[in-house]
């Protein structure tokens, strides 16, 4: 078992930035990919981004391309999530998750293992 808890969420003004982590702890010793998603209220959840347990590989939604840096450090088994130039679109709720397959990273929910209880992002106009 891998228990993810994310950090970082709040308010902030449209232009700001926020960076969210995400903290693992378990079997923290098996490889795993990582991704974030996010749902906004009375929308599907979706994906933003993700990372190979190398760091090598990382694929971003079109949406946040260009504005948004995903992140790992092993040695503290902690994911990040770097957001810039934050638009009120970025309101959601951001999850990350935990992928057993390492490399190439994926960009569907039904792959992921395990889930953090997600952390609030909202942006004001």
């Known amino acids: 078992q891998v228990q993810l808890v994310e950090s970082g969420g709040g308010l902030v003004q449209a232009g700001g930035s926020l960076r969210l982590s995400c903290a693992a702890s378990g079997r923290t010793f098996s490889p795993y990919a990582m991704g974030w998603f996010r749902q906004a209220p009375g929308k599907k959840r979706e994906f933003a981004a993700a990372?190979?347990?190398?760091?090598?590989?990382?694929y971003y939604a079109d949406s946040v391309k260009g504005r948004f840096t995903i992140s790992r450090d092993n040695a503290k088994n902690t994911v990040y999530l770097q957001m810039n130039s934050l638009k009120p679109e970025d309101t959601a709720v951001y999850y990350c998750a935990a992928d057993s397959f390492v490399d190439p990273p994926k960009m569907t929910q039904g792959s992921y293992d395990y889930w953090g209880q997600g952390t609030q992002v909202t942006v004001s106009s």
């Open positions: 990372i190979s347990w190398s760091g090598s590989t990382i």
